[in-house]
């Protein structure tokens, strides 16, 4: 345990957002084991925010700028074309890395940071209880 989490400490990136940072505050706090900059099967070099390995499910809390946010995209006027197209090329990697994860089993929940944090942890409780001893069942009644 403790040095799961020391190891989660050092390798805490430096560009954690605040509200990444308050959803494993409360994850914590519930004593759930999670992983953090997890790397996507297969594309190693792509990491997943929050990731619980062993129940194959991938949390993604992104950036509203870089990420397209409807609500707060304030693209620059000043070479308006260049940002929209890094964040074009953000949200297609972003696809691109669901259908990675979706391939090799996984679940995957996206959230901005904008989302409230309480909010997004209760999700993740919703499709992580239902993960819970269903690996074997299928979509069985
Ligand atoms: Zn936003």
Redesign the pocket.
Known sequence: MSKAVSGAMRSMPEHSTGPEMAVRRLLFARGLRYRVQYPVPGSPRRSIDIAFPGKKVAVFIDG?FWHG?A??RNIPAHNRDWWQNKIDQNRARDRDTDEKLCAAGWLVLRF???DPAEMIVHKMLKVINASNGNNSMGDTP
Do not use: K
Request: proline content about 0%; charged content about 30%; some cysteine.
């Open positions: 509203c946010c609500e707060h901005l940071e904008h």
